[in-house]
């Protein structure tokens, strides 16, 4: 009997150990997005207008005026990882909207641990309600499944009809597989605007195999309070996986910038990681 918490000591220690970057729904860029968009379960890519649009759709850099620079931080220290994003978005200095990020990963036991960098430019264009944009990205990671030296492509669209927005994106289109970054696309709905509310529903495919599609769906809810705070929820559920997470996330405005504080969960499912927090700090620099 002894010998018994000492066995359930080694199982646990095991079940830790397999932690992978490549897991599902594992705290790797893949999965994380900048932290209004976590918040909100993922569910952002017909409401994408600030910093997050880099993640989710570039195609929402054009839809405001901003020049905002964010630094966002992302640990989970069980699994353990931890992320580092810096962004920049302009929309004010020229006709298209422009934005850069730098994002530094590393996730997964030292058996699945996936370490690394990558880099992307996006743009976007509005024609009256309709936006479209990209971005160009160069991944430079160490992952369980190989290196991923290489550079990849997003397209998007975005379209508004009064309060109601919808969009397609397509991520990491390259001329080959990249290892930990697999070919996706997303189709999004919402209803709102960005100074009362937003519920927004996102689907996301991942297309690396054809035969063997695996999908999740999101939904989320932002609610702004006198424009000054901003309450976030939302849900995660992997289809192929039967996965699920929850989120909720707190943003405090200002006229000169903003704060985000965010949590994610999994709540039910195969053993995987078990929470992750993100932060963030946004400076208006128009």
Same mark, same amino acid.
């Given at each position: 009997?002894?010998?018994?918490?000492?066995?359930?000591?080694?199982?646990?220690?095991?079940?830790?150990?397999?932690?992978?970057?490549?897991?599902?729904?594992?705290?790797?860029p893949?999965?994380?997005?900048?932290?209004?968009?976590?918040?909100?379960?993922?569910?952002?890519?017909?409401?994408?207008?600030?910093?997050?649009?880099?993640?989710?759709?570039?195609?929402?850099?054009?839809?405001?005026?901003?020049?905002?620079?964010?630094?966002?931080?992302?640990t989970?220290?069980?699994?353990?990882?931890?992320?580092?994003?810096?962004?920049?978005?302009?929309?004010?200095?020229?006709?298209?909207?422009?934005?850069?990020?730098?994002?530094?990963?590393?996730?997964?036991?030292?058996?699945?641990?996936?370490?690394?960098?990558?880099?992307?430019?996006?743009?976007?264009?509005?024609?009256?309600?309709?936006?479209?944009?990209?971005?160009?990205?160069?991944?430079?990671?160490?992952?369980?499944?190989?290196?991923?030296? *290489?550079?990849?492509?997003? @397209?998007?669209?975005?379209?508004?009809?009064?309060?109601?927005?919808?969009?397609?994106?397509?991520?990491?289109?390259?001329?080959?597989?990249?290892?930990? @970054?697999?070919?996706?696309?997303?189709?999004?709905?919402?209803?709102?605007?960005?100074?009362?509310?937003?519920?927004? @529903?996102?689907?996301?495919?991942?297309?690396?195999?054809t035969?063997?599609?695996?999908?999740?769906?999101?939904?989320?809810l932002?609610y702004?309070?006198?424009?000054?705070i901003?309450? *976030?929820?939302?849900?995660?559920?992997?289809?192929?996986?039967?996965?699920?997470?929850?989120?909720?996330?707190?943003?405090?405005l200002?006229?000169?910038?903003?704060?985000?504080l965010?949590?994610? *969960?999994?709540?039910?499912?195969?053993?995987?990681?078990?929470?992750?927090?993100?932060?963030a700090?946004?400076?208006?620099l128009?």
């Amino acid at each position: 009997m002894r010998a018994f918490p000492l066995v359930l000591l080694a199982c646990a220690f095991a079940a830790r150990a397999q932690h992978k970057a490549t897991d599902p729904g594992a705290p790797w860029p893949q999965n994380v997005d900048l932290a209004r968009a976590t918040a909100m379960g993922g569910a952002n890519g017909a409401i994408a207008t600030g910093n997050e649009a880099l993640t989710t759709n570039p195609a929402g850099l054009a839809q405001t005026r901003r020049y905002h620079l964010e630094i966002d931080g992302v640990t989970d220290p069980r699994f353990p990882a931890q992320g580092l994003m810096i962004s920049l978005v302009d929309s004010v200095s020229a006709p298209v909207a422009t934005g850069l990020l730098f994002s530094r990963w590393g996730s997964g036991q030292p058996g699945g641990r996936g370490e690394g960098w990558y880099a992307g430019l996006a743009y976007s264009y509005g024609a009256g309600s309709t936006f479209i944009g990209g971005m160009t990205k160069y991944y430079r990671f160490a992952t369980p499944l190989g290196e991923a030296h *290489r550079f990849a492509q997003d @397209f998007a669209i975005l379209a508004k009809r009064g309060t109601f927005g919808y969009a397609l994106v397509f991520q990491n289109i390259a001329t080959s597989s990249i290892p930990g @970054f697999p070919i996706t696309g997303a189709v999004a709905i919402a209803w709102g605007t960005d100074t009362d509310w937003h519920l927004a @529903f996102d689907y996301k495919a991942d297309l690396s195999d054809t035969h063997n599609i695996k999908s999740k769906g999101a939904g989320g809810l932002e609610y702004l309070i006198e424009q000054v705070i901003a309450l *976030r929820g939302g849900a995660t559920y992997d289809v192929s996986r039967e996965l699920w997470w929850v989120s909720a996330g707190l943003g405090f405005l200002t006229e000169k910038g903003g704060a985000q504080l965010v949590w994610r *969960r999994r709540v039910a499912g195969a053993p995987g990681f078990d929470q992750l927090f993100e932060a963030a700090i946004t400076l208006y620099l128009e």
